[in-house]
């Protein structure tokens, strides 16, 4: 939830909170409920309902760095727009996240804010016209990403990700102690997000499965799911994730960590109504 404050030295700034339920949307599903209007006005009135938050990461933006149609851009914000002000500003950045989950563990946080909040992109956002002091103006939010530069660094961020991967399996292969490592149960301290645990289980399904090799969208799809497991209650990913959160939540109940993991959809095996059926479910048990 973004809204518009006035500090102690009287200058309005915008501030944001993770209402739950947050829900995280990846390219597909994004572009599925931008695209349709039936589908976007049912996403729209469900989060109201529920008071809940649709959480944008810079990799949402970043795909449509791809994206050569400029009109799938402007629905996207569209979509936003229609559900400001409930919509959260979330850092996809994984090992950022964790950094700040242990400076708030610590007590060496300086300013205490979410760990998963983007501070960056919020700013942004922030600087795009107000024309209410309650409702903000999305423009150009998607449309300005879409470009051959920052398609080039979203390609070199994607090819890195990959690249480490193969670096990781080939260490798999060849040493017996990490092999070991990789197939013991997580285990730590026992602490409110699993960010770091869902992190190393998620990698450590590419280094078991051969079978699967690492593309630019496997290297991506791994940013988007990370974060948005730890931190939002519905997650729609691609359907090779849903089955991987499976495999995650199992060992993870062998254990004594904890913690929260969100809900998975995906298109397989008509995700899209099992997502829109469960959240009927859980307004009508409130």
Known sequence: MVRLEINTDGVPIVIQQDLPPAV?????????????????QRFVRALEKRGGTLALSW????EFSKVTDHTQG???EEFYANNLPRVFFLDSDPFSVIRRENELLSGQARIPIAPHADAGLLSTFAHLKLYTPNAFK???LFR??????L???FN????????????LRNEHDLKPEFRTAVARLPSGAVIQRGTRYILRELAR???IDRGVKVSRNHAIDFMHAIVPLSYCEFVLLDKHWEAQVRLIRSRLSKTGLAVPIAQVYSEKAGGIERFSETSRKVRANE
Request: charged content about 25%; cysteine-free; glycine content about 2%.
């Open 138 to 140: 999305v423009r150009d």
């Open 144 to 149: 300005a990403v879409q470009g051959d530069q």
């Open 156 to 167: 070199q961020l994607a090819d890195t990700v990959a690249e480490r991967i193969e670096v």
């Open 205 to 207: 399904t590419f280094l």
């Open 59 to 62: 990799l949402n933006l970043a």
């Open 74 to 76: 402007q629905k996207a």
């Open 151 to 153: 398609q080039l660094l």
């Open 24 to 40: 995280y949307l990846d390219h597909w599903a994004l572009r599925k409920f931008s695209q349709d209007p039936i589908l976007a």
